[in-house]
C-alpha cells in the first residue's frame, strides 16, 4: 500500500522497548483528545482518548497523558510490537462540536 | 464502533474530470465526515455532511468543487469535480460515535490525478 507520512516527524524504538509520542495542541478551549493509528494503507484506527477533566487514562498496552498547563499530549505504549508500526495521530475537539482537528502525525517504527 | 466502507479503494484520473466517491456504514450515523489527507501530510475536515440538510464546508472548500450528498443514514458520496494533479490525496470518510465526540474512519480513497 501507499506509504502515509512521508515527511513526518519519526521516531525509531525497538522492540520490546517502551514508546512515547508527544503532541502540541493548539486550542486552550479543546477539551476532548483522541489518538488514532494509521497503518499504510489504511483509515485512522481510534486507540485511545481522554477529556480534559483527567490528566492520565490507561488502555491495553497503551497510556494517554494529558498536561493542559502546557497544552501537551502524550501516548506512551508499552512492550512494543512489530505490529505498532505506524503513523499515529492526535486530534482535539471542543465536546458537542463534532469537529476534529489533527496533529501534524509521528511516524513510529519498531526494530527487531 | 461502526463498519464504514469506501469505493473505489483507489483510482487514477485524468485532469479536468470527476470522480464520486462513496461511503456506507453498516449502521445508522447522525454525522458523516469527509477529510482529505495529502501526501505527507495529517487530516484536514473537507465538510460535514448532515441527512436532510446541506453539507457544512471548511474554510477552504467549496460545494463547487467538492459537492457531497446524504441521501439517508447510512450512506455519503463526495465528489471531487474538475480534477487536477494537486487533488491527489486520499480521501476518507467519518462517522460519529452516539453519545460522544469519538469518530471513526473508513479505508479511504487513493486518489491520482494525472
Known sequence: GESVGLHLPTLSV?????????????????????WYKQESG?????????????????????TVLLNKTVKHLSL????????????????????????????????????? | SAVISQK?????????TSLTIQCQVDSQVTMMF??????????TL???ANQGSE??????????????SRPNLTFSTLTVSNMSPEDSSI??????SPGTDTQYFGPGTRLTVL
Do not use: H
Open chain 1, 76 to 112: 506512551q505504549i508499552a512492550a512494543t510490537q512489530p505490529g505498532d508500526s505506524a503513523v499515529y495521530f492526535c486530534a482535539e475537539s471542543i465536546q458537542g462540536a463534532q469537529k476534529l482537528v489533527f496533529g501534524q502525525g509521528t511516524r513510529l517504527t519498531i526494530n527487531p
Open chain 2, 55 to 68: 453539507a457544512t464546508y471548511e474554510s477552504g472548500f467549496v460545494i463547487d468543487k467538492f459537492p457531497i
Open chain 2, 8 to 16: 473505489p479503494s483507489r483510482d487514477i484520473c485524468q485532469r479536468g
Open chain 1, 42 to 62: 489504511k483509515g485512522p484506527q481510534f486507540i485511545i482518548d481522554i477529556r480534559s477533566n483527567m490528566d492520565k487514562r490507561q488502555g491495553q498496552r497503551v
Open chain 2, 91 to 96: 480521501y476518507l470518510c467519518s462517522v460519529d
Open chain 2, 46 to 48: 473537507i465538510a460535514t
Open chain 1, 14 to 34: 525497538q522492540e520490546g522497548d517502551n514508546s512515547i509520542i508527544n503532541c502540541a495542541y493548539s486550542n486552550s478551549a479543546s477539551d476532548y483528545f483522541i
Open chain 2, 34 to 43: 469527509w477529510y482529505r489527507q495529502q501526501p505527507g501530510q495529517s487530516l
